[in-house]
Nanobody
Framework: VQLQASGGGLVQAGGSLRLACAAS????????IAWFRQAPGKEREFVAA????????YYADSVKGRFTISGNSAENTVYLQMNSLKPEDTAAYYC????????????????WGKGTQVTVSS
Protein backbone atom coordinates (compact mmCIF):
# COMPACT_ATOMS: atom_id res chain seq x y z
CA VAL A 1 0.00 0.00 0.00
CA GLN A 2 1.17 3.55 -0.77
CA LEU A 3 0.22 6.44 1.50
CA GLN A 4 0.08 10.15 0.75
CA ALA A 5 -0.45 12.66 3.56
CA SER A 6 -1.78 16.13 2.91
CA GLY A 7 -3.58 19.01 4.58
CA GLY A 8 -0.87 20.58 6.68
CA GLY A 9 -0.37 24.30 6.96
CA LEU A 10 0.04 27.32 9.20
CA VAL A 11 -2.70 28.03 11.73
CA GLN A 12 -3.11 30.15 14.82
CA ALA A 13 -3.43 28.60 18.25
CA GLY A 14 -7.00 27.49 18.83
CA GLY A 15 -7.56 26.87 15.15
CA SER A 16 -8.27 23.67 13.23
CA LEU A 17 -6.81 21.64 10.40
CA ARG A 18 -7.83 18.40 8.75
CA LEU A 19 -5.12 16.07 7.52
CA ALA A 20 -5.79 13.40 4.92
CA CYS A 21 -3.95 10.12 4.34
CA ALA A 22 -4.86 8.79 0.90
CA ALA A 23 -4.09 5.11 0.36
CA SER A 24 -3.48 3.48 -3.01
CA UNK A 25 -2.60 0.02 -4.17
CA UNK A 26 -4.65 -1.66 -1.45
CA UNK A 27 -7.58 -0.75 0.70
CA UNK A 28 -6.57 0.90 3.94
CA UNK A 29 -9.07 -1.29 5.82
CA UNK A 30 -6.56 -4.16 5.58
CA UNK A 31 -4.36 -2.29 8.07
CA UNK A 32 -4.36 -0.19 11.15
CA ILE A 33 -3.65 3.35 9.96
CA ALA A 34 -1.82 5.60 12.38
CA TRP A 35 -0.68 9.18 12.50
CA PHE A 36 2.67 10.07 14.00
CA ARG A 37 4.39 13.40 14.36
CA GLN A 38 7.94 14.56 14.71
CA ALA A 39 9.10 17.96 15.87
CA PRO A 40 12.67 19.16 15.25
CA GLY A 41 15.08 17.52 17.65
CA LYS A 42 12.47 15.13 18.99
CA GLU A 43 11.61 11.51 18.40
CA ARG A 44 8.67 10.51 16.27
CA GLU A 45 5.62 10.07 18.49
CA PHE A 46 2.27 8.37 18.16
CA VAL A 47 -0.76 10.63 17.70
CA ALA A 48 -3.79 8.51 16.74
CA ALA A 49 -4.76 5.29 15.00
CA UNK A 50 -7.81 3.65 13.52
CA UNK A 51 -8.71 0.01 13.02
CA UNK A 52 -11.57 0.46 10.59
CA UNK A 53 -12.59 -3.22 10.56
CA UNK A 54 -13.42 -3.26 14.26
CA UNK A 55 -14.53 0.38 14.46
CA UNK A 56 -11.84 1.26 16.99
CA UNK A 57 -9.70 4.33 17.36
CA TYR A 58 -6.83 5.16 19.68
CA TYR A 59 -5.29 8.43 20.78
CA ALA A 60 -2.25 9.76 22.57
CA ASP A 61 -3.17 11.45 25.84
CA SER A 62 -1.83 14.75 24.53
CA VAL A 63 -4.47 14.91 21.77
CA LYS A 64 -7.49 13.21 23.35
CA GLY A 65 -10.59 15.37 23.11
CA ARG A 66 -8.99 17.61 20.47
CA PHE A 67 -8.16 15.28 17.57
CA THR A 68 -10.46 12.84 15.82
CA ILE A 69 -9.37 10.11 13.42
CA SER A 70 -11.82 8.70 10.88
CA GLY A 71 -11.82 6.65 7.72
CA ASN A 72 -13.74 6.76 4.45
CA SER A 73 -13.56 3.39 2.71
CA ALA A 74 -15.10 4.72 -0.52
CA GLU A 75 -12.35 7.33 -0.76
CA ASN A 76 -9.71 4.95 0.63
CA THR A 77 -8.64 7.81 2.87
CA VAL A 78 -8.09 8.31 6.59
CA TYR A 79 -8.58 11.75 8.08
CA LEU A 80 -7.24 13.43 11.19
CA GLN A 81 -9.38 16.33 12.33
CA MET A 82 -7.34 18.55 14.62
CA ASN A 83 -9.14 21.13 16.72
CA SER A 84 -8.01 23.51 19.47
CA LEU A 85 -4.49 23.38 18.10
CA LYS A 86 -1.62 24.39 20.34
CA PRO A 87 1.91 25.56 19.48
CA GLU A 88 3.21 22.26 20.87
CA ASP A 89 1.31 20.46 18.11
CA THR A 90 3.77 21.93 15.60
CA ALA A 91 5.49 19.05 13.81
CA ALA A 92 5.71 17.10 10.61
CA TYR A 93 2.81 14.66 10.57
CA TYR A 94 3.12 11.23 8.97
CA CYS A 95 0.61 8.50 8.30
CA UNK A 96 1.61 4.86 8.44
CA UNK A 97 0.06 1.42 8.01
CA UNK A 98 0.69 -1.62 10.15
CA UNK A 99 -0.76 -4.50 12.12
CA UNK A 100 -3.30 -4.28 14.90
CA UNK A 101 -0.86 -4.94 17.73
CA UNK A 102 1.81 -2.41 16.84
CA UNK A 103 -0.01 0.76 15.91
CA UNK A 104 1.67 3.01 18.48
CA UNK A 105 5.26 1.91 17.78
CA UNK A 106 6.71 3.66 14.73
CA UNK A 107 9.42 1.01 14.41
CA UNK A 108 6.76 -1.65 13.80
CA UNK A 109 4.76 0.16 11.14
CA UNK A 110 5.27 -1.35 7.70
CA UNK A 111 4.37 1.45 5.31
CA TRP A 112 4.88 5.21 5.52
CA GLY A 113 3.79 8.24 3.62
CA LYS A 114 5.76 11.45 3.32
CA GLY A 115 5.08 14.00 6.00
CA THR A 116 2.93 17.09 5.94
CA GLN A 117 4.00 20.07 8.03
CA VAL A 118 1.70 21.55 10.67
CA THR A 119 2.76 24.85 12.23
CA VAL A 120 0.72 26.42 15.02
CA SER A 121 1.54 30.00 15.89
CA SER A 122 0.92 31.48 19.34
Amino acid sequence: VQLQASGGGLVQAGGSLRLACAASGRSFIRYVIAWFRQAPGKEREFVAAINYNVDSSYYADSVKGRFTISGNSAENTVYLQMNSLKPEDTAAYYCAAGGSLSYSDPDRMAYWGKGTQVTVSS
